[in-house]
């Protein structure tokens, strides 16, 4: 998993006065009210993912997408929010940020194992001790948004050290929601940094996840060629409701 | 070419992704969405069913297909279904008996799920495997909506995935 928000040079003061005097009503609510209802929709998605994973071994993949990007937008909204970037956060699961990015790479196969105990006892053994920790650095982070909003505020500069800090603990409270809903198997590191393991994978996969998924819809678009001329990307994607 | 209007066939199972396998098969969970609601609500399972269609009618025509037709199973179960929970909660605020006609709906209704629950699961598995599975008259609505009579003329009897009995 990489999330990466980006430090800027500089940050608006204007911005940052704007949302912090009218940020509930132009940011909080319209973001918070269509969060949450995209939120239940996952929430059954992730119930249901549960059994998947338990009879099948595998989280669906499209499930998985939604997941994946419905948790970067809920982290524009954030970053934007804890004024940790600029702008206004895009909205929609479609939605993208030059600034705000997280990519989390399909594990083809999860272990259902791990799932009933992470079931069982994921508030033992995760929950809880991360809960721990989390605390303590959101204590921090929170001290340190309110001394950089004063920051921002006097010399337009967010310290990047700082920045780096709060970034991270948004980094590991994903790390543990990923871990928590069966969205990965490894279990979270007990740090905000960003770890190498994670950034390597996803650049391999990248490139390829792409070339995996052309062959295989190429092959399934004959069966059905003559109704689709006009698939491109799509694919192999078919036009069913063309009557 | 004009519309859709010629030969449509069927994909086989070794042609379709396993990404729209799952995708199909994710239509007949729906019946579970109220379970992960937490809310003892079967227009939920419904509403769900009705999402889940539209966020997928514009992916492959076996996805759609499995989606239309668990949609269409949905209608008659969560009438049946809020139908008896209107009539518990009545019974409940209202209180009035419980007769033995409601206990025979009530009966009837459970059953009615057991029966719906069971043919979505093996729906849910075929589906997995990237077969097609009609159930009685809506795969036959769902079939004739995404695929058409073109398809029947194009397939071979020895093919895993045909189109439903005498179409």
């Given at each position: 998993?990489?999330?990466?928000?980006?430090?800027?040079?500089?940050?608006?003061?204007?911005?940052?006065?704007?949302?912090?005097?009218?940020?509930?009503?132009?940011?909080?609510?319209?973001?918070?009210?269509?969060?949450?209802?995209?939120?239940?929709?996952?929430?059954?998605?992730?119930?249901?993912?549960?059994?998947?994973?338990?009879?099948?071994?595998?989280?669906?993949?499209?499930?998985?997408?939604?997941?994946?990007?419905?948790?970067?937008?809920?982290?524009?909204?954030?970053?934007?929010?804890?004024?940790?970037?600029?702008?206004?956060?895009?909205?929609?699961?479609?939605?993208?940020?030059?600034?705000?990015?997280?990519?989390?790479?399909?594990?083809?196969?999860?272990?259902?194992?791990?799932?009933?105990?992470?079931?069982?006892?994921?508030?033992?053994?995760?929950?809880?001790?991360?809960?721990?920790?989390?605390?303590?650095?959101?204590?921090?982070?929170?001290?340190?948004?309110?001394?950089?909003?004063?920051?921002?505020?006097?010399?337009?500069?967010?310290?990047?050290?700082?920045?780096?800090?709060?970034?991270?603990?948004?980094?590991?409270?994903?790390?543990?929601?990923?871990?928590?809903?069966?969205?990965?198997?490894?279990?979270?590191?007990?740090?905000?940094?960003?770890?190498?393991?994670?950034?390597?994978?996803?650049?391999?996969?990248?490139?390829?996840?792409?070339?995996?998924?052309?062959?295989?819809?190429?092959d399934a678009s004959p069966a059905t060629d003559d109704a689709t001329p006009a698939s491109?990307?799509?694919?192999s994607k078919e036009k069913p409701d063309g009557e | 070419m004009e519309g859709h209007s010629t030969h449509i066939a069927l994909p086989q199972p070794?042609e379709i992704?396993?990404?729209d396998?799952?995708?199909a098969?994710?239509?007949?969970?729906?019946?579970?969405?109220?379970?992960?609601?937490?809310?003892?609500?079967?227009?939920?399972?419904?509403?769900?069913?009705?999402?889940?269609?539209?966020?997928?009618k514009k992916t492959s025509r076996f996805v759609s297909f499995h989606a239309y037709q668990?949609?269409l199973?949905?209608?008659?179960?969560?009438?049946?279904?809020?139908?008896?929970?209107?009539?518990?909660?009545?019974?409940?605020?209202?209180?009035?008996?419980?007769?033995?006609?409601?206990?025979?709906?009530?009966?009837?209704?459970?059953?009615?799920?057991?029966?719906?629950?069971?043919?979505?699961?093996?729906?849910?598995?075929?589906?997995?495997?990237g077969r097609f599975y009609y159930f009685?008259v809506f795969g036959r609505i769902s079939f004739a909506r995404y695929f058409g009579p073109d398809a029947v003329s194009l397939e071979e009897k020895e093919k895993p995935n045909l189109p439903p009995e005498g179409f």
């Amino acid at each position: 998993m990489t999330l990466s928000i980006q430090h800027q040079e500089s940050y608006s003061r204007g911005e940052l006065l704007l949302r912090t005097i009218f940020g509930a009503i132009y940011i909080f609510v319209p973001h918070v009210f269509l969060l949450a209802f995209i939120g239940i929709w996952a929430g059954i998605l992730g119930f249901l993912a549960f059994w998947v994973v338990l009879f099948t071994g595998s989280y669906p993949q499209s499930w998985f997408e939604f997941q994946v990007k419905l948790m970067n937008w809920s982290m524009r909204f954030t970053a934007t929010i804890m004024h940790l970037v600029d702008g206004y956060p895009a909205f929609g699961v479609n939605g993208t940020s030059d600034k705000v990015s997280l990519t989390v790479s399909y594990p083809e196969t999860i272990s259902r194992g791990l799932v009933i105990v992470r079931t069982l006892f994921g508030a033992i053994y995760v929950v809880l001790p991360h809960g721990v920790c989390l605390m303590f650095r959101m204590m921090a982070t929170g001290v340190l948004a309110i001394l950089a909003w004063f920051s921002v505020l006097f010399t337009g500069n967010y310290p990047d050290r700082w920045h780096a800090f709060n970034v991270g603990t948004l980094r590991w409270g994903l790390r543990v929601q990923l871990y928590m809903t069966f969205l990965t198997d490894e279990y979270p590191k007990f740090t905000g940094k960003e770890l190498e393991e994670d950034a390597a994978p996803i650049a391999e996969a990248e490139a390829p996840a792409a070339d995996d998924t052309a062959p295989a819809r190429d092959d399934a678009s004959p069966a059905t060629d003559d109704a689709t001329p006009a698939s491109d990307d799509a694919g192999s994607k078919e036009k069913p409701d063309g009557e | 070419m004009e519309g859709h209007s010629t030969h449509i066939a069927l994909p086989q199972p070794h042609e379709i992704p396993k990404r729209d396998r799952e995708d199909a098969m994710g239509a007949y969970l729906m019946m579970f969405a109220a379970w992960g609601a937490g809310l003892p609500l079967p227009l939920l399972n419904l509403l769900a069913a009705i999402i889940y269609f539209f966020t997928n009618k514009k992916t492959s025509r076996f996805v759609s297909f499995h989606a239309y037709q668990s949609l269409l199973t949905q209608i008659p179960i969560s009438i049946l279904n809020a139908s008896a929970v209107a009539w518990t909660l009545r019974n409940l605020y209202k209180d009035y008996a419980f007769s033995d006609y409601f206990w025979t709906y009530f009966i009837f209704i459970g059953l009615w799920n057991l029966i719906y629950m069971i043919f979505s699961i093996i729906a849910c598995v075929q589906a997995r495997k990237g077969r097609f599975y009609y159930f009685w008259v809506f795969g036959r609505i769902s079939f004739a909506r995404y695929f058409g009579p073109d398809a029947v003329s194009l397939e071979e009897k020895e093919k895993p995935n045909l189109p439903p009995e005498g179409f």
